[in-house]
């Protein structure tokens, strides 16, 4: 099974269940079901998101189980960015721990989104950011 992507082709080998079923476990179980739901929506979002990404040369399979992982990490803060992680009150990934308030949303989601993308760095692309000097 495949899908076209921009400008190639992604194999769909991990699906969204997987990837779901990633985030769930990141989660230690303790999702309600309006956090499942939630989380259920943007796992797609969030294999496409990374599925975009990619370098040449690299795809879910030659990354394996890591790509699972920060598929799901990513899915999680995506939850986290939409304000939609109610059912979501705390959890640890990797060398990440988030615990919900309102004031830590933000820094939550940035942290990670920021270990996922840390996970897959040597597959993904730079995301076209870059500093420019400018002579005054």
């Not at 990141?26 to 370098?55: D, H, M, W």
Request: proline share 2%; hydrophobic share 45%.
């Amino acid at each position: 099974r495949s899908q076209q992507g921009p400008d190639r082709l992604i194999s769909m080998a991990y699906t969204d269940e997987d990837i779901e079923a990633r985030a769930e476990a990141l989660l230690g179980g303790s999702a309600n079901p309006a956090g499942k739901t939630a989380l259920a929506a943007v796992c797609a979002a969030a294999r496409a998101e990374i599925g975009a990404r990619l370098r040449d040369g690299a795809s879910p399979e030659s990354i394996g189980e890591a790509y699972v992982t920060a598929c799901g990490m990513l899915a999680i803060a995506m939850c986290i960015e939409c304000g939609e992680a109610d059912g979501i009150s705390s959890f640890s990934a990797g060398n990440v721990s988030v615990t919900r308030s309102a004031a830590r949303a933000r820094y939550s989601a940035a942290a990670l989104r920021g270990q996922a993308e840390s996970l897959l760095a040597a597959c993904l692309t730079d995301g076209g950011f870059a500093f420019l000097g400018v002579r005054g």
